[in-house]
């Protein structure tokens, strides 16, 4: 599906990651690079740093933020020398492309772009202004947005649900640009939704989010992720009364890090009352453990050897620039005949 496409991950530093993220964005995203690669075609996987001063203000957050998304990708199995993982603020040339882009960006694009369009509607709830506390930077976001992806001549873009309006922006403005000037300038790239990827619920049963403050963590000790796996919410049913598995929160979160055979022997253990809450709490717990032991040891080497990252992040940049480069000197050229 990939053969010699270029695929591209964007990603935010927002936080440390959970579970949840790990299950759905992360291990995912590797996977879609590593597939992209073995079929001949390229992987640009990038930080997106500049999207994040919009939200966050404070450099020492903005840094730890980047370091740790850097650091988890890594230890998720990042080849950085086969995927081009570089800083989105590694590469100026976004800025005059984004410029250019601007011109042919309709504002009631971004009128109706649903980050904008979900913080508008937070302010009317709260009785605030619609733009209270809105900046241009998040306005205008999906304009940014779409250099990032045109800047590489991506061809596809794996994205959540809430990105693909995103994408088909990216889409609209470079046609239009390719229309203008009737020549191939901008390639045209194409969302792509993983329909294997599921949303991990959390521990209170909606959607796992640190927003939600329900989340099983991911780089913390043994003892924390216990702690979270063991307060997930049960009823006070005997362990002999027959369940139904799918009615039972444990078994819908191992569902998204179990084996088929795994999920199988937890199931029937509920249906056939042979397995209590500990029991299925525990066998969670081990499989999270088993998920992400490896990981978190070569996190913590990453975030204790960041200078290697730093190194890894300016080897990416500097084989990601030549592409933004000679799409800005392509868009150059036509927009002032040059
Ligand atoms: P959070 O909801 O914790 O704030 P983000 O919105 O920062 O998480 O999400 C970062 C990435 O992780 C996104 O690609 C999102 O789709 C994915 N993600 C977040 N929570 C989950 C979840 N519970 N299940 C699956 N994927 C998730
Ligand atoms: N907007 C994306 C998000 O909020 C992050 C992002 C920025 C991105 N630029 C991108 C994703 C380009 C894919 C391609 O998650």
Not at 57 to 69: A, C, D, M, S, Y
Not at 146 to 157: E, F, K, L
Not at 176 to 187: D, G, S, V
Not at 263 to 284: F, P
């Amino acid at each position: 599906m990939f053969e010699g496409k270029v695929v591209l991950t964007g990603v935010k530093p927002t936080g440390t990651p959970h579970l949840g993220n790990y299950l759905g964005a992360i291990k995912p995203a590797i996977a879609l690079g590593r597939e992209a690669l073995k079929t001949g075609g390229k992987h640009y996987m990038f930080i997106a740093d500049y999207h994040a001063i919009n939200a966050e203000k404070n450099p020492e957050v903005l840094n730890q933020k980047l370091r740790e998304i850097a650091c988890v990708y890594l230890a998720g199995g990042l080849d950085p020398a086969q995927s081009v993982f570089f800083r989105q603020s590694d590469i100026p040339e976004v800025h005059e492309i984004t410029t250019i882009l601007y011109a042919y960006t309709p504002k009631g694009f971004m009128n109706k772009a649903h980050a904008y369009k979900a913080a508008v509607d937070k302010n009317r709830e709260a009785g605030k202004p619609d733009d209270d506390g809105i900046n241009m930077g998040l306005y205008t976001y999906p304009t940014l947005m779409a250099t990032d992806i045109v800047a590489y001549d991506s061809d596809i873009v794996p994205v959540g649900k809430d990105q693909v309006q995103h994408v088909e922006i990216a889409r609209d403005i470079a046609g239009a640009i390719n229309a203008h000037y009737n020549k191939e300038l901008l390639h045209l790239p194409t969302y792509y939704i993983d329909e294997r990827v599921a949303v991990v619920p959390g521990i209170d049963g909606r959607k796992m989010s640190k927003s939600y403050g329900n989340v099983i963590p991911l780089f913390e000790d043994d003892k924390s992720i216990k702690k979270a796996i063991f307060s997930i919410k049960t009823d006070s049913r005997p362990m002999e009364e027959p369940k139904n598995p799918d009615e039972i929160l444990v078994y819908e979160i191992y569902k998204s890090i179990a084996t088929p055979e795994q999920i199988q022997e937890m199931g029937d253990g509920l249906r056939q009352g042979k397995l209590g809450y500990g029991h299925i709490k525990n066998m969670l717990l081990d499989a999270v453990i088993k998920e992400i032991g490896g990981i978190r040891e070569k996190y913590n080497y990453y975030m204790a050897h960041f200078d290697e990252v730093e190194e890894m992040l300016a080897d990416g940049a500097r084989r990601a620039r030549p592409a933004a480069q000679a799409t800005l000197k392509r868009l150059k050229d036509a927009v002032f005949a040059r």
